[in-house]
């Protein structure tokens, strides 16, 4: 098997489960017949740009961007990550905060800047919170209800 098809298997193994832990994907991985060490997982890891986000009960799973940065992520892609990581929304002017789970603030700036949405100018992600700067035209409170409704609030 190439390095190719070990980090294409390892992305939908991430997809399709919550791994916490690098000998927990060595486990998986070998669940499906693909013999790989945990220092091969790691490196593996850093080539597919994965990152540990938290999840609800303060654990933690990696994760890999779903969409390369230069590419428009489609619009369910956006509605999930949103209604998935995001928590609270409040505005003022024309800007917009969210709120989201320790460590997951950067997957939804990701997102929400690889969405294409004309009324948003782009975003700065800490680690819980997420500043998103509305276009031209756009009023915070109207991004905000937008944002709002993606994120089933």
Avoid at 41 to 57: E, F, I, Q, T
Avoid at 91 to 96: F, I, M, Y
Avoid at 146 to 153: D, E, I, N, V
């Amino acid at each position: 098997m190439s390095k190719a098809q070990r980090q294409h298997r390892m992305a939908r193994i991430l997809a399709e489960h919550s791994v916490s832990n690098q000998m927990e994907l060595v486990d998986l991985l070998s669940a499906v017949g693909i013999d790989a060490t945990q220092a091969t997982v790691s490196r593996d890891l850093g080539d597919l740009g994965a990152v540990k986000v938290r999840v609800p009960g303060g654990g933690s799973v990696y994760a890999i961007p779903e969409h390369p940065v230069d590419q428009f992520a489609p619009g369910n892609h956006l509605r999930r990550v949103m209604g998935e990581w995001v928590a609270e929304v409040h505005h003022s002017g024309n800007l917009v905060v969210l709120r989201t789970p320790p460590g997951s603030a950067h997957v939804v700036a990701s997102a929400i800047d690889r969405s294409g949405h004309d009324e948003i100018l782009g975003t700065v992600a800490g680690d819980d919170t997420i500043l998103v700067v509305a276009a031209e035209g756009t009023s915070g409170r109207g991004l905000a209800g937008t944002l709002r409704s993606l994120a089933g609030l």
